[in-house]
């Protein structure tokens, strides 16, 4: 059994992920689309990396609990926000998935504050969106970086993104909106 003392790792890797924020943001901003790809790769398997030894091993922490989703969220936003400004992405677009990552932080708060505590559970609809959001910045990045990669990934990943994003959020909102009712009825 490897000792306790490691456990300080997982939360290493997720901090490393939100540094890497930066530069990521820097290499897209300047057309840099290799430099992007590749930190983009370091910081996907600095995440499934820390997931790993959080699972196996038990490394688990409230901190990285918190921290994890919202550097994967960061970095998902900060690629959407810098393809956005060097107009790759539609400005709409970014306001959709913007939108969306609002809408569940607000409705999160609003339910902990005149409900109770809010636990974070992603769904399989909410995870399905992170899922198709990585798939098609990665292949907008792959495009953009001339590598093997289809033209028509750029129009069908935003129409993908923005249906998944508005059936997730949906989602979310009549889900937790029962919650709430629910919970003030009794």
Known sequence: MISQRWRW???????LRIVLIAPFA???????????????????VSDGFDGFLARHFNWRSRVGAIADPLADKALLLT????????????VWLFLVVLGRDLLIVVGAL????SIG????EPSVLGKINTLIQ??????????????????????????????SAVISGGHYLLVWGVRAWRAKQS
């Open 9 to 15: 790792i997982p939360n290493a890797l997720t901090f």
């Open 134 to 163: 990585i798939l098609v910045v990665l292949s907008i990045i792959l495009l953009l970086a001339d590598l093997p990669m289809q033209p028509w990934v750029l129009d069908a990943g935003i129409l993908l993104v923005t249906a």
């Open 26 to 44: 820097g290499a897209l901003l300047m057309e840099n689309y290799r430099l992007a790809l590749l930190i983009f790769f370091v910081a996907a």
């Open 117 to 120: 505590r809010y636990e974070m």
């Open 110 to 113: 609003a339910y902990h504050y």
């Open 79 to 90: 690629a959407y926000l810098m393809l956005t400004l060097t107009s790759v992405l539609p």
